[in-house]
């Protein structure tokens, strides 16, 4: 089974079980607030049935759950893009706001990206922040992710039109970070 420690805690595969966990620490209007719409709020079990359901049975899951003492408290993954865009990955990832300020994505964001590079046909993985969300822009930053684009006015949130921030790191990139880091 994937799995990948971290300081407190570790990544590994979503599991039937994860709902109850899900829903208390993904509902929340302060993770909704940055992420897309068609993440729930609230976050109802249904939904964390659903999600659970369509994540745990991957051989190569393309979403992983932080997991804190036995309890989902997040979730990383990404998704591969279409047609011209198809070495292009997104990455997204939320973790619960009791947990937040404790360097768990500035961990987790290097073992993904590190872990789509060495499993799938990627060259290129981006992020799309929205505006305001420094803590989001310090853990790519850190990643090794370039901060490429602000998209003026792109999306929309509760009525209001947000600045969306392109973040990106490529194969090549990365392996020339791994390798002077390796070599340090
Ligand atoms: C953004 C988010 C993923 C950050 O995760 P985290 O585990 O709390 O981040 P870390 O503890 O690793 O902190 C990363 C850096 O950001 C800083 N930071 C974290 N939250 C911050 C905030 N609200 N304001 C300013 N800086 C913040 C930390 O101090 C740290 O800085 P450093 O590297 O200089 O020490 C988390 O806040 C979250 O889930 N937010 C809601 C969902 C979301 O925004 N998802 C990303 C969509 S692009």
Known sequence: MICFPLSIGQLRPWREGDEESLVRHASNRHIWNNVRDFFPYPYTPRDAHSWVRSNKSYQQPNNLAVDINGQAVGNIGFTVKDDIYRYNAEIGYWVSEDYW????????????TNYIFQNFQVNRIFACVLEGNIGSMRVLETAGYTHEAIHRKAAVKNNQYLDEHIFAILRAEHRELNSSSTNR
Do not use: E
């Not at 300020?101 to 993904?112: F, K, L, S």
């Open 101 to 112: 300020g404790r360097g768990i994505m500035t961990q987790a964001v290097p073992i993904m």
